[in-house]
């Protein structure tokens, strides 16, 4: 069996970067995944707080996407790490979903996302699944602690 996620109100919605699941990290306190991820994109200059304060991921989403800030020039390099580091943490910092990522055994997880080919599979299945990757990664690593 695969396990499919996309949006926060499925079965899986807390493997979503969007699932309101904060936690700390860089010392500082983070809403969802979904804005630590944003925000370090502009590391180093003040768009990191203000990603950081927006009332919501969609928000913190769409200013991460504007390409009036001044991505760092590494971002490619760095992002998947970044990822891991916050879905990591996320797991790490709520005991309750950790038990759901440990309820999918050794199944595939994939994020469904029509719009998305490099974190999730894509309108038909050929995207990266990055996200689904790291999750999967992030598994493994908290049965291993």
């Given at each position: 069996?695969?396990?499919?996620?996309?949006?926060?109100?499925?079965?899986?919605?807390?493997?979503?970067?969007?699932?309101?699941?904060?936690?700390?990290?860089?010392?500082?306190?983070?809403?969802?995944?979904?804005?630590?991820?944003?925000?370090?994109?502009?590391?180093?200059?003040?768009?990191?707080?203000?990603?950081?304060?927006?009332?919501?991921?969609?928000?913190?989403?769409?200013?991460?996407?504007?390409?009036?800030?001044?991505?760092?020039?590494?971002?490619?390099?760095?992002?998947?790490?970044?990822?891991?580091k916050?879905?990591?943490?996320?797991?790490?910092?709520?005991?309750?979903?950790?038990?759901?990522?440990?309820?999918?055994?050794?199944?595939?997880?994939?994020?469904?996302?029509?719009?998305?080919?490099?974190w999730?599979?894509?309108?038909?299945?050929?995207?990266?699944?990055?996200?689904?990757?790291?999750?999967?990664?992030?598994?493994?690593?908290?049965?291993?602690?």
């Amino acid at each position: 069996m695969t396990i499919y996620f996309y949006t926060v109100r499925e079965q899986y919605g807390c493997f979503s970067n969007f699932s309101p699941h904060g936690f700390e990290l860089d010392e500082l306190y983070w809403p969802t995944s979904e804005h630590y991820f944003q925000a370090q994109k502009f590391v180093g200059t003040l768009h990191v707080e203000q990603i950081r304060l927006v009332k919501n991921p969609k928000e913190a989403a769409r200013m991460g996407r504007e390409r009036s800030r001044p991505l760092r020039q590494d971002w490619e390099q760095v992002k998947d790490d970044i990822m891991r580091k916050a879905v990591l943490r996320k797991f790490e910092t709520h005991a309750d979903i950790k038990e759901i990522l440990f309820s999918t055994g050794n199944e595939e997880i994939i994020e469904n996302s029509p719009i998305d080919f490099y974190w999730g599979c894509g309108s038909d299945g050929s995207g990266k699944n990055m996200l689904g990757i790291i999750l999967m990664e992030v598994r493994e690593i908290l049965r291993s602690i």
